[in-house]
């Protein structure tokens, strides 16, 4: 069993290594303060007997060699950095898991034949150059050398001159990974939604990390003075606007309630004015689900809704898709393995998909990967409150051990 | 018949009286600019022989003595100053066609038994001191000496300290009228709405300046990954205000499309970022009519409408009343004076209540008040393209012209 001492000790103590914040945890890649961050999980994997790695970037890896050495490798982790003023368990809760698996191998004198690698990837979250994923994009080589002076922060300087301040002397290792080497990744992490919570499940197992499509809505009307203009002589973009969202809400409720989210996130008037009719809207759309065909189906609907409203409100809807991400399936074999382990060891668990991006969906392009869920409170993330109880941290670390073993004999 | 050209020549001559600005007029109330504007009214009173009297803060009339002057005075006019970048008629059009009475008066050798004034109302639209109808406020004694000390300007320089700079040598006529010395107020305007050009109506006479009642509504639900929270499980304050402003535009349109304008003019979302779900929505209700029960229903109907919201949308809406303004009732008798005159020139004529403020709702308080709406293009107005044709101006005139002489008689 998984030590809940260990991991309250681990997380309360990177908890308290933070920038000056509202009551979170500021803890930006490739900082200062992220490299006393790295310097405790350093020690703690050194504690273990753990060989430490630190990739170019600044990746960590802390390596329990197998009896196999040559075998590749299983690797298990999250990321380390924050956003600001985060909560304690995003990304950090599944490099703490992976490294209690370590002690607990060592505890009970497991030698597995693979390597074990415990990975703490760096700016996952994107908050210092404003590029998510950074380090595990290092890894599989979707960013390279060019990107370092590509990339430039707030301040303006390039990834290369901070990756010059943060890792003199450390380390020149290349963070690029050859598949070959790599087993499985399992990347734990907390659901930053509230579905196990609510149905009182302990373990969720990814099937897919969600397509995303992103469109911008622009509505065009024409102003008029609130009192001057009858109600059925308007152009009312406003109006249409907030008629198309509640349209498309319902439609998307009514079709895809379990198998898609829609999100309107900003939305706003011009010119915002109390007593001036609005001559124009613009929202976002944010469509997800873990079948592709469900979001273009969404993004169908949107340019009929459109005609409906242009028709309707006598307004002219500009329909702009922004982007769209392909979903990523996690392995078949891997989500099987943690569900039988899970239900081994009596835990209830949930199929559910992601629909945030994790360095999971980014390994998955070099190796087999797959991501355990674990409850948090009231799906609160990115914010002061994000809460996992220790005991469910213990059962997610308990699969993940369990699986682990299970792996390293096939 | 009113000289068009006479008409003409005093728009475009004031249009040119202006600060500079992004194509339109730009003429506040109390600044040398306006000084300008009101050199050239007086000019062209004193052209017409009209006596001019300048009160303390700074409203100008063209008297034209009757062959009885100690009867109570007709007076007509509207205001001489603009918003920033307005167009060229609001309130100038209204100065301009009782100016041109004058004229026609005169040209007809037409001697009146009461006095007639022409009046320019300054600071109506409030763009100096935050404070609209400002001389009409004064005039009825609403406003007083208090107000010259406590009202401010954006340069924190009283109401005061800004009239000594601008009169300086000029007045201190009290502003201040007695209700004895008025027989009747009339105020023609543009209509600043779509109605009368829309209906090919030739001139408008307002029933009703609208009650207006104003609202904020604030939806307060719980913020989420647009990603990881299942939409059956938010508390999307965003969604809720959609649909809150949907039913009751819905509802509005469906009793009252004729009787009573709903505006939505700001909606915001907090924190407005395209993948968190809103946790507050913030949006303004500009309710009005000429029956002050309807818009006491409408106000009622959003009270139900917040309890519905909260139970389908899990939120709580808080309803905020911000204020309310009565209607006021134009002077019966002069209205079917008006219509009455106007139909003996062959003129269509439409009833219709004014949805925006004016002088004449401040006068009716001391004296018989009615308006006169003449078209003006697509209902644009408070913006440089507002435009008035000439002959609906005269159209305008010729009614008022003959209003008066009708009223004179009285």
Redesign the interface.
């Known amino acids: 069993m998984a030590n809940q001492n260990r991991l309250e000790q681990d997380i309360e103590t990177l908890r308290n290594i933070s920038d000056p914040c509202d009551g979170g945890v500021t803890r930006i890649g490739l900082t200062p303060r992220y490299r006393q961050g790295v310097n405790y999980i350093k020690a703690q994997m050194q504690a273990v007997g753990l060989t430490i790695r630190e990739d170019e970037v600044g990746n960590v890896y802390g390596i329990m060699q197998g009896t196999h050495p040559t075998l590749p490798s299983i690797i298990s982790g999250s990321h380390l950095d924050t956003v600001k003023n985060a909560g304690a368990f995003d990304g950090i809760a599944g490099v703490v898991c992976a490294l209690e698996v370590a002690r607990m191998l060592k505890e009970q004198n497991i030698q597995l034949k693979h390597n074990y690698e415990v990975v703490a990837f760096v700016e996952e979250e994107g908050t210092h150059f404003g590029t998510v994923l950074l380090g595990s994009r290092y890894i599989t080589g979707e960013l390279n050398e060019v990107d370092k002076d590509r990339l430039r922060n707030d301040e303006g300087q390039t990834l290369r001159q901070i990756l010059q301040q943060y890792s003199t002397g450390v380390t020149t290792i290349s963070a690029k990974r050859d598949p070959q080497t790599i087993k499985a990744f399992l990347e734990l992490h907390d659901?930053?939604?509230?579905?196990l919570e609510?149905t009182k499940t302990d373990i969720g197992i990814v099937d897919n990390i969600?397509a995303?499509g992103?469109l911008v809505i622009t509505i065009t009307g024409?102003?008029?003075?609130?009192?001057?203009?009858?109600?059925?002589?308007r152009q009312?973009a406003?109006?249409a606007?907030?008629?198309f969202?509640?349209h498309l809400?319902q439609y998307?409720?009514r079709k895809y309630?379990?198998q898609?989210?829609?999100?309107?996130?900003?939305?706003?008037?011009s010119p915002?004015?109390?007593?001036?009719?609005?001559n124009q809207c613009t929202f976002?759309l944010?469509i997800?689900s873990g079948d592709e065909k469900i979001v273009h189906n969404i993004i169908k609907h949107v340019s009929s809704l459109a005609l409906i409203i242009n028709d309707e409100f006598n307004v002219v809807c500009e329909v702009k898709q922004v982007s769209f991400k392909d979903p990523v399936v996690m392995d078949s074999g891997l989500r099987q393995l943690l569900q039988a382990t899970a239900e081994d060891l009596g835990l209830s668990v949930r199929h559910l998909n992601?629909?945030?991006g994790h360095d999971a969906m980014i390994m998955s392009g070099i190796c087999p990967t797959a991501m355990i869920f674990i409850p948090c409170y009231?799906?609160?993330?990115?914010?002061p409150d994000e809460n996992v109880t220790w005991q469910d941290m213990a059962k997610g670390t308990d699969v993940l051990f369990n699986t682990i073993i299970q792996l390293d004999k096939k």
């Open positions: 659901e930053q939604g509230p579905v609510a969600v995303i992103q024409f102003a008029g003075h609130a009192g001057t203009v009858p109600m059925t002589m009312d406003g109006i606007g907030c008629q969202v509640s809400n998307t409720l309630a379990e898609a989210t829609l999100t309107v996130g900003k939305f706003s008037l915002n004015s109390a007593n001036t009719i609005p976002t944010d997800r992601s629909g945030a009231k799906g609160i993330t990115h914010h």
